[in-house]
Every structure is written in C-alpha cells, then in structure tokens.
C-alpha cells in the first residue's frame, strides 16, 4: 500500500513549532532558485561532461584545465549569485532553534555556528600534491588570466562559448594555472571534496556526535538527490531513531522512502521554505 504522505503546511508548521532537535541535509536544489545548477538530471551537464565525473581527483589529474575551467565558472556564478529565500528561511530556523543544525553538500554557502559545509567550499584554494597548503575564500574572478573565459558574462540571449560543447575548449597550458605557493610545484584546486576524497574529520566527528546525542524530532531534506555517501546516511540515521521526516523537492522521486506521516512538498525550496518557516 502507498504510505500515507502528509502534503499539509498548516500540519508541518504544527509538527516545527512542537520540534525541539531538528536535523536538514541540503543539496544543489536549494540554490536552483539562485540560479545555480544542480549536478544530475537536467541541468547537470557542463559542456558534454556530467558534472559528478568532473567533481573527481582522477578527472583533475587527467585535464587539470577542464576542470579547472568547470570550477572557475561555477566560481564565478557563485560570485555573483544572491541567496534566495529558501536560504532565508533556513536562517530564521537556526535563529529560532538553537537546536537546529544544517548539513549542506553545497559549496555555494558561508559557515556559520548551525551550518557544516560537508563538500567543503567553492572558494577556497588547496594544494592538489597534499602539501597542506590552504587559502581561504579567494574571491578573484577571473581567478587567473587563463581562466578568463570562464568568467566572461554574455547577455541572457547568448550561449557562453565555454558552455557550447560545439566550440572547442580554450587551449591552457598547465603551467599558466594556478600553482602552490606553499611548495611551489603543486597546482592549486579547489577546496571541495570529491569523489573517493574524505570529508573533513573533524566535522564529522562533530555531526555523528550530533546525530548519536539524542533521539530527532525532525528531519528536512532539502534540494537534494540525497544518493552521496556519507551525507544521506545522516538522514538513514535519523530516521531510524524514529524522526519525522519532511521533503522539499519538485521532483515526484524523492518521496520514495517515506513512511506514514512523513511529510513532501513537491515544490521548489525557495517557494515553499518560506511558507512553512515564515
Ligand atoms: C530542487 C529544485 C528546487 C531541483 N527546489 N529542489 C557505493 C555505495 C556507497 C558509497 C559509495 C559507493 N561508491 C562510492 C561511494 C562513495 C561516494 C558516494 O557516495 N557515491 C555515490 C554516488 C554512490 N562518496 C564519496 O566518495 C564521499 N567520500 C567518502 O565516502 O569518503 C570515504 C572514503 C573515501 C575513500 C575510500 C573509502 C572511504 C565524498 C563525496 C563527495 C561528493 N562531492 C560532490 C562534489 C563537491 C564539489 C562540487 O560542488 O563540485 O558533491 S559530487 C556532488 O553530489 C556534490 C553534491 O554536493 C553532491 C550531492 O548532490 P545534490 O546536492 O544532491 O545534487 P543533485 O543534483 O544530485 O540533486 C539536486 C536535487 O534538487 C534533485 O533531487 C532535484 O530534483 C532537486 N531540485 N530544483 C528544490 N528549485
Ligand atoms: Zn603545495
């Protein structure tokens, strides 16, 4: 039998107003409104590449200029992108709830004392040979002149020639990217974690002691797929220590998985987030 899947603001805002430990995992779908991309389905290919196989240490080792042209454009919208009111609305929670915490896999965000950003964050820099070299929130755009195409802005009517996959790709040589300055022969990456990588430890070790605290009393998963290890596990967890669950996604197939009483709302995030957190 279907489960029988709550879809009612008013019920939800009830079940928040009465929740003390609340949990979120947010994915790309809660900047979709700021217009950024989500990373599969549509909208998840860059170029004639999917974006997860270019979010990998192999896909750097191999074409450190392809990737580094993806992550120098998703630089630069992210530089320029403004928080939509999905974001707002998160905000107010962790204002309200000082029990509240936000896991997100976005890059796109800013740390903040209730937020942990598990995939690390687009601007910053680190050394790709390991040396432990780290800068943080490095805002230029472009972020060295052999990156330039990525950060050229065309009007809404006219394709970006680094996203035609029937121009080819601007010819970079490896040494005109970004290098270490801490040892000096490492190129400089992007300071997110990728496929195979490890996710901060220290975080981690925060969040599991998080989660094993306490029994949840609620759980929103939030713009996301919710397929990547370790983050969608936080959710499992939760809900098998019995938390209500609540969904707010505009794709039909993220509701799979919930049980009786669990909430969805089929919408986008910056939509309905503000309605039921207002
Ligand atoms: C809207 C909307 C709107 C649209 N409003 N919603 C087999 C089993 C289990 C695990 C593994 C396995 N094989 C490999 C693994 C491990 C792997 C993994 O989980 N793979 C799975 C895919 C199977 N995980 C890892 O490798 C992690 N590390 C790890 O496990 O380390 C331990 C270890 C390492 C080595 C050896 C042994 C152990 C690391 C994962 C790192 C993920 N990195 C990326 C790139 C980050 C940098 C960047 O941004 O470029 O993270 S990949 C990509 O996926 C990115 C995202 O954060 C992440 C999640 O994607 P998200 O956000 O859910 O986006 P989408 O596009 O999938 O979904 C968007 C959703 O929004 C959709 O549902 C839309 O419908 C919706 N939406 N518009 C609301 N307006
Ligand atoms: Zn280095």
Redesign the pocket.
């Known amino acids: 039998a279907m489960a029988r899947i709550n879809t009612s603001v008013e019920d939800f805002k009830k079940v928040l107003a009465s929740s003390d430990r609340v949990l979120a995992l947010?994915?790309?779908?809660?900047s979709?409104?700021s217009g950024l991309p989500?990373?599969?389905?549509a909208?998840?290919l860059w170029r004639n590449h999917e974006?997860?196989s270019?979010?990998t240490p192999e896909a750097f080792a191999k074409d450190p200029a392809l990737v580094w042209l993806f992550?120098a454009w998703?630089r630069h919208m992210a530089l320029r992108a403004q928080p939509n009111a999905?974001h707002y609305a998160l905000a107010e929670l962790a204002r309200r709830n000082r029990n509240f915490l936000c896991l997100t896999?976005?890059?796109d965000d800013h740390p903040q004392s209730q937020l942990r950003m598990?995939?690390?964050e687009?601007l910053d820099l680190k050394c790709f040979d390991g040396c432990g070299y780290v800068e943080r929130h490095n805002t230029s755009d472009p972020l060295c002149p052999a990156l330039a195409a990525a950060a050229e802005d065309y009007p809404p009517d006219q394709t970006m020639p680094l996203l035609d996959p029937n121009q080819p790709i601007p010819d970079i040589k490896v040494e005109d990217l970004p290098h270490c300055p801490g040892c000096k022969t490492g190129l400089l990456r992007?300071g997110?974690?990728?496929?195979?990588?490890?996710?901060d430890e220290a975080m981690l070790r925060e969040v599991d002691d998080w989660i094993d605290k306490d029994k949840f009393d609620l759980v929103l998963v939030?713009?996301?797929?919710?397929?990547?290890?370790?983050?969608?596990g936080f959710v499992d967890r939760a809900a098998d220590q019995g938390a209500t669950l609540a969904v707010?996604?505009?794709?039909p197939?993220?509701a799979a998985g919930l049980v009786d009483g669990d909430y969805f709302f089929q919408?986008?995030?910056?939509k309905i987030l503000p309605l039921v957190i207002e």
């Open positions: 947010c994915g790309a779908g809660l979709a409104a989500t990373f599969r389905g909208g998840g974006a997860t270019l979010a992550y998703r999905g896999q976005n890059v598990l995939h690390g687009l992007p997110v974690v990728w496929f195979g990588e490890r996710l939030i713009g996301t797929s919710a397929v990547v290890q370790p983050a969608a707010f996604n505009p794709d197939e993220a919408e986008d995030s910056a």
